[in-house]
């Protein structure tokens, strides 16, 4: 087929999607990308950080975002990390190398993210799930239920609610154990610093936390970088761990999950990093917070149930039937997650969620009913 023949075939399917310019997609932690760094993804769409030491450039880049996730997460410059496929792949990671350096079963919570369930699955680590209090770890039931040899998994800001784990108190019982403290924060990474300067808030979720060994961060959810960029950052080399012999790549070894790692998104990460900048960060989680609070007032104007107060840009309401209201708003245009474990559905207010679309969904919920 010539160049318009294809065009016009993926166009169809492209059209059967989706968008975020539509500011309909209100279930997701993504978002519209600056377009600089979709450039910067297609110059570079050939590296492959795999096989590394083809690509110098690539590299130096990789260590410029780790930088910036290590500044983010309170941890020195000194400290290890890599841009991985998300957050599913740096969590799964995170525990396999824990599992290798001798650590045995996993604690967290049943609102931690699935890939803990998955790394379960394939490293063949029992998983035990900690009770919450108020959708956060109790760290009564942590002191219960903590061994010697134990991966615990703190959330900072857990994908159903946005809610952080008391982490600092987390670490405290940690230490009296010898235990592995992870933190997921593929979503609040890149909100938490920015909610600490904006609201005078003090929440710590990092490496200033001595008991934290490694964070799970994510470019590509509120760092505005294109898919696929997550990030994972450690204390201490625990990539060595998990390394094995590859004599056919120029390095000689794999520290990975994956053999090959489309590298573009690197790239297209440190640009949006670049684009943005601290400041520009912290612009786009007021702006995000302002509209998180829009969303709440009005909803409760109108007699919507919002059971929970936003930690985050995150907001769950309260429905009969969430599985029912999610099928009801997509066949009408509009993308929400829905819990029926939780009875609610949930809103991710990311920077295309602008006032308007406020406004306009609740007028399509309050037709739609629950």
Known sequence: MNENEIRKILRQYYEEDLHYDSGRILGSMYTQIPKISLEIFTLFHEANLGNPALYLGTQKIERKVVKFLLKLTSGSENFYGHVLSGGTEANITALWAARNAGFRRILTTQEAHFSLRKAADLLKVPIKFVRSNGHRMSVVDLRREIKDGDIVVANAGNTQFGFVDPIEEIGGICSMNRCYLHVDAAFGGFVIPFLNEIYEKKIK??????????????????????????????????????????????????????????????????????????????????????????????????????????????????????????????????????????????????????????????????????
């Open 205 to 370: 979720f990092g490496f200033e936390i001595p008991e934290v060994m490694s964070v799970t961060i994510d470019p590509h959810k509120m760092g505005l970088a294109p898919y696929p960029a997550g990030g994972l950052v450690a204390r201490e080399n625990i990539f060595k761990s998990i390394e094995v012999p590859a004599p056919y790549l120029t390095s000689g070894k794999s520290d990975n999950l994956l053999g090959t790692r489309q590298s573009g998104s690197v790239a297209a990460a440190y640009a949006s990093i670049l684009y943005f900048g601290w400041k520009g960060y912290r612009r786009l989680v007021r702006e995000c917070m302002e509209n998180t609070f829009y969303l709440v007032e009005r909803a409760r104007e109108m007699k919507f149930d919002v059971p929970y107060e936003p930690e985050m840009n995150i907001v769950n309401i309260k429905v009969k039937n969430p599985i029912a209201v999610r099928d009801g708003l997509l066949k009408l245009g509009w993308s929400v997650s829905a819990s029926e474990e939780f009875g609610t559905i949930r809103i991710v207010v990311m920077p295309h969620v602008k006032k308007e679309i406020i406004e306009e969904f609740l007028k399509t919920l309050k037709k739609l009913g629950d």
